[in-house]
């Protein structure tokens, strides 16, 4: 069977040659008389692996946005500069989580590709591996710059610690006692 004629439901685009040579290198190593059982096993595994990590980006942006829910106001009132940096920390962090919720987390199960032949089946099985593998990378990168841009408005704050209780004091009307 040619592997450039081999097509999948979701992209009927050939198989590349790094493709190509990832399924023979799993004919060639894990595959025995024809059996795809392992082929699966490796797949699914690569797969729950890409999943843990897209818990561990969800699990650090909703950390961020807990902590600014405590501390955002008072990182903020340090200067325009901290508040432009803690909210687009924040944003970012947010927009790592939604890329990986919208991209890495959502499941089809590879089952679904059972009714291909073993080799199509293998191929749209790596492609979906690799996209998730994309979106989290993307995900990973984003989720950093936010974090840089969070820490760099705590940097702000702590350069400037009593800079929020003037902005407060001057906010808070004095009420004399007769």
Known sequence: MS????????????????????????RERILRADSYK????LINEQLNAIHMRAT?????????????????RTIAGT????????VSGLLACVLAAAITM??????????????LDPEQWLLAAIRRRDKKTKAHRIAVIVLVI?????GLSICQMLMFPFE??????????????D
């Not at 392992?38 to 096993?41: G, L, N, Q, T």
């Not at 200067?79 to 803690?86: D, F, G, R, T």
């Open 3 to 26: 592997f450039q004629k081999s097509h999948t439901p979701e992209d009927q685009s050939p198989a590349t040659i790094e493709e190509h040579l990832e399924i023979e290198c799993i």
């Open 38 to 41: 392992d082929a699966y096993a």
């Open 56 to 72: 561990g980006v969800i699990t650090i942006a909703g950390v961020v946005v807990t902590v600014t829910g405590f501390s955002g």
């Open 79 to 86: 200067s325009l500069l901290a508040q432009i940096l803690v």
């Open 102 to 115: 919208l991209y890495v987390t959502p499941v089809r199960w590879l089952t679904s590709y059972m009714h």
């Open 146 to 150: 936010g974090l840089t841009l969070y």
């Open 164 to 177: 929020h209780m003037i902005h407060e004091q001057q906010e808070v009307p004095v009420v004399q006692q």
